[in-house]
Every structure is written in C-alpha cells, then in structure tokens.
C-alpha cells in the first residue's frame, strides 16, 4: 500500500505566449491551481508529512513569488509546462519529498509531472 497526501493552492497570473498562433499569444490571465503531492511512509505520528508543512514550502516558494505577476518577467515562454517544471525544481530544493505535482491553468486542463 503506498500513502500519499496532496494540498492544493491557487494563485492568480497572467503571460502571452509569443509564439503561440491563436489568442494565447495575446495578454491574459489564468486561476492556476496547484496540487501537491507528497508520498511516502506513514510516520510513527501517523502522517506522511504534515500538511502545514507542505502549505509553507508552497506558499513561500510558489504561491508568494508568481501570484498577481507577469509570468513573462520570470520566463521567456510561461507555459504550463514550463512553469510546472519551474515549481517543480523549488518544491524539490525544499526537500519536502514530492511525488507528483499537478498545475491546472484552466479548470479542464493540466500538466502533470512525477519523478
Ligand atoms: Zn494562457
């Protein structure tokens, strides 16, 4: 049996894509949502990690940096991806342990990452 717990947040953004050829290229912006997931062995407290701890990692290197921005001021080309792999490094240099992260910039859409 594998154990894991996911927290989610939301930040608000927005970027244009250069490149794209329909109207991502023009300025706008997404309710991203972020799900984090943290898996592993439950612990001699009963948890696999604590939840506030997930919380203030996430706020502090996600939530905290990109809400209300320009995500074009930190990256070339904010795409989903690209910023999914960009939170990705930050969470994982926090060494909280992330299994999977899930960031949904529409509410039918999401790229997913894992190890
Ligand atoms: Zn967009």
């Not at 991502?24 to 799900?35: A, F, Q, S, V």
């Not at 996600?62 to 990256?75: K, P, T």
């Amino acid at each position: 049996m594998r154990t894991s717990v996911t927290r989610t947040f939301s930040f608000e953004a927005a970027h244009q894509l250069p490149w794209h050829e329909g109207k991502c290229r023009r300025l706008h912006g997404h309710t991203y949502r972020l799900e984090v997931t943290v898996e592993g062995p439950v612990g001699d407290h009963g948890i696999v990690v604590d939840f506030a701890d997930v919380k203030a990692v996430v706020e502090r290197e996600v939530v905290d940096r990109y809400d209300h921005q320009f995500l074009n001021d930190f990256m070339d080309n904010p795409t989903a991806e690209l910023l999914a792999a960009e939170i990705w490094k930050a969470v994982e240099a926090a060494k909280l342990g992330v299994s999977r992260i899930r960031l949904w910039e529409t509410p039918d859409s999401f790229v997913e990452l894992t190890p």
